[in-house]
């Protein structure tokens, strides 16, 4: 995965996803909210694009806390299912995709 278009994808998602009165989370919500899924500091790596390939467990933590599902970081844009669709949707017993 491209760290600077995960990063960039990250950012965005943050700025996007707000918590109910439209502030942006905090990096410690964020941290709280992932119960330890990644650290402070790979966090901001992520954030960054300091860090590369994360794991398919940060990579759900992340969409988790934002209300997503982990396809949305998915580089893929065409409408194929990407193949981290295809795990999350095999992890989640919803069967297979074309």
């Not at 965005?12 to 009165?21: G, I, S, V, W, Y």
């Not at 410690?28 to 500091?41: F, H, K, S």
């Not at 940060?58 to 295809?86: C, E």
Request: no cysteine; net charge positive; hydrophobic share 40%.
């Amino acid at each position: 995965m491209d760290t600077n278009n995960f990063a960039l994808r990250l950012k965005r998602l943050f700025k996007e996803k707000t918590k109910p009165d439209g502030k942006q989370y905090s990096q410690a919500e964020v941290l709280d909210g992932l119960q330890g899924v990644v650290t402070r500091v790979y966090l901001w790596k992520l954030r960054n694009g300091r860090a590369s390939n994360p794991s398919l467990q940060v990579i759900s933590g992340l969409a988790d806390f934002l209300g997503l599902t982990p396809a949305i970081f998915s580089k893929s844009t065409d409408r194929k299912p990407s193949l981290l669709m295809k795990i999350w949707r095999a992890r989640l017993g919803l069967g297979h995709l074309p």
